[in-house]
């Protein structure tokens, strides 16, 4: 217990409240040695000390009746107000009859008059000072400083408790979470983005009142809420509309909210959050939703998903994941000429059959795994392009996909490094595509990593390109040696004089890059002799090629060296 004495080389501070001045002293000299003891004559003076923000007091003794404010009032008042409402009371009196309405007001424990066993007292003091600071520290772990609400872990602690005796209740799990945030932090500060999340909090705490209902704060602008099912959240989607409108000076303070409706109890409380917020993601930058069910379907999608990731290493290992190679054409000689190549991964899955990367080139984006499966895919490019020129005795340059995730990999240009070293190529047979949309995430830090892997001799061709992400600004400032205009451009280019336009456009702002263009998904006649009458350098496309597998490939170099 003596750690209670003392904290940190501070001693606790006692106020002792009592109008005489003789059980002044007795209680002084009981605790002076071990406590900072402070003393009041009355209510009022106590009342006047607690104000001192900078003095925190561990224990009240406190004498009941006294002049001005009698004990009774100064509990009310203390009791009432957040800041001293915490700290414990012991009363001090001779009458039982005013035990009752002491414990009413909040007294935790009682010592009588006289005070003749100090022992007793100091030890009294100690216990309740201990068990308050407990209680405290608990409490501060419990609870989020910010909004109030609990924490994560208790959260979850607490929904297993109520879920001990209401098992047989239907229950949402519900998902709270601000559209782009981070954008109102940095736009318009902390303390607006606090305020925002204080009174979302103070919203969700009203609404879940006199209900079983409990909501917590994860990270920064999700809240988790555990309550009785109801069947649609439009009630306070609105009222939390009104409010922040209200509120804030941000135009508008946007929500989403993901519900998992009646969950399932057999699995575990993190997963129903794990829904709903899945449900919560689904909707994710889209205007005309705003709230999300998690549904079966989606339960289905989330099963099949967590199948591929559990497949993928499997699969690299077995061959069901392999690549195939589209051919580019140089199509401004007079005959279409075999150029390069352009690498695909193709999922041949035992059960599910033919997979488009389309479905799970995104999913292992969102999970890393994208990087194992490209580092397949550039081996295997390396791979072809020294046996080909081995068999052949001709080099054609294969381009491959680099995800937006791998580019943040601080080992990438070492990965490449490796691989051509291993195969005995140089840095331009091999091509790296890396998608327009990459260049928007992180503008600076991909020109960066893209100046040096062209400084290594990397040449780069920047796919998709006008799927609508680069300014016209940025274009000046990126470091590309192609682009590949994206299908769109080509299917729509002999509909109407306008897209044919756009693509001209397109040819000249590479014309201005100083760099070619790849025409992708050039399917027919009509679209190849347009392109090559308007001054386009290659094609890549069904016209003249689907992607195929290497053997086949193989077909169409022998065809060209005959
Ligand atoms: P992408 O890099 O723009 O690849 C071109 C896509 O267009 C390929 O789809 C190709 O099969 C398809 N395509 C080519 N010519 C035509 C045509 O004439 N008509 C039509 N309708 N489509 C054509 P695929 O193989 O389904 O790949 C889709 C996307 O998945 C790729 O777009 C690429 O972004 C990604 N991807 C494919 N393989 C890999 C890979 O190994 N790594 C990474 N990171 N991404 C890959
Ligand atoms: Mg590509
Ligand atoms: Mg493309």
């Known amino acids: 217990m003596e750690k209670f004495r003392e904290s940190n080389g501070l001693r606790r501070r006692v106020l002792v409240v009592d109008d005489e001045m003789i059980n002044r002293e007795i209680l002084g000299n009981i605790l002076n040695e071990h406590y900072e003891v402070t003393f009041a004559e009355n209510g009022r003076q106590a009342y006047d000390l607690l104000q001192e923000r900078d003095k ?10 006294m002049p001005e404010m009698d004990g009774f009032e100064f509990m009310e008042k203390l009791k009432s107000k957040g800041e001293t409402n915490s700290i414990p009371v012991i009363v001090m009196t001779s009458e039982k009859t005013a035990e ?12 009588t008059k006289p005070y003749d066993m100090p022992e007793v007292i100091l030890a009294r003091c100690e216990r309740i000072i201990e068990l308050y600071e407990d209680k405290s520290i608990i409490r501060s772990a419990e609870k989020d400083g910010l909004t109030g609400l609990y924490s994560k872990d208790f959260f979850f602690e607490y929904i297993r408790q109520i879920e001990n005796y209401n098992q047989s209740d239907s229950v949402d799990a519900v998902v709270f979470n601000v559209e782009r945030f981070k954008l109102i932090n940095e736009l318009h500060g902390r303390v607006e983005g606090d305020n925002i999340l204080c009174r979302i909090a103070d919203i969700i705490s009203q609404d879940l009142e006199g209900s079983l209902g409990i909501g917590c704060r994860v990270e920064a602008d999700t809240f988790y809420v555990y309550c009785y099912h109801k069947d649609n959240y439009d009630d306070i989607l609105e009222l939390l509309r009104q409010e922040l409108s209200e509120l804030s000076q ?36 889209d205007y005309t939703q705003q709230i999300s069910y998690y549904s079966s379907e989606q339960h289905e999608r989330e099963l099949y998903q967590e199948r591929l990731i559990n497949d993928i290493v499997k699969a690299i290992a077995d061959k069901d994941l392999r690549v195939f ?29 033919l997979i488009s990367p389309g479905d799970f080139i995104p999913l292992f984006e969102s999970n890393g795994l994208i990087q194992r499966l490209d580092n397949f895919v550039w081996e295997e490019a390396a791979f072809r392009i020294k046996t080909w020129r081995e068999k052949y005795g001709v080099t054609i340059p294969i381009s491959v996909n680099v995800s937006r995730i791998d580019i943040y990999d601080p080992e990438l240009e070492e990965k490449f490094i490796k691989i051509l070293d291993r195969y005995e190529l140089t840095p331009n047979e091999m091509m790296l595509e890396i998608t327009e949309s990459a260049y928007a995430d992180n503008a600076n830090a991909l020109i960066g990593v893209v100046k040096n892997l062209r400084e290594k001799g990397f040449r780069i061709e920047m796919d998709d390109f006008g799927s609508g992400y680069s300014s016209l600004n940025m274009l000046t400032t990126l470091p590309i040696d192609v682009l590949k205009m994206d299908m769109k451009f080509v299917r729509n280019m002999n509909k109407d004089e306008k897209s044919m336009k756009l693509v001209e456009l397109v040819l000249d702002i590479a014309k201005f890059l100083n760099v070619p263009v790849v025409a992708e998904g050039v399917e027919e006649e009509s679209q190849l002799s347009a392109l090559k009458k308007i001054g386009c350098d290659l094609v890549q496309g069904y016209y003249f090629s689907k992607p195929v597998p290497p053997d086949q490939f193989e077909r169409l170099i022998e065809k060209e060296v005959k």
């Open 56 to 65: 925190k007091y561990s224990l009240i003794l406190l004498d009941l009746f």
């Open 100 to 111: 009752v309405k002491s414990i009413k007001l909040g007294a935790v424990d009682f010592i």
């Open 250 to 285: 941000i135009p508008k303070v946007r929500l989403r909210i993901g519900v998992y409706s009646n969950v399932d109890k057999e699995i575990r409380p993190e997963n129903w959050f794990d829904r709903a917020k899945a449900a919560c993601d689904r909707i994710r930058g």
């Open 325 to 353: 190679f589209q051919p580019k054409y140089d199509i401004q000689s007079d005959k279409p000429v075999l150029k390069s190549a352009e690498a695909l991964i193709r999922w041949q899955h035992p059960e599910f059959g």
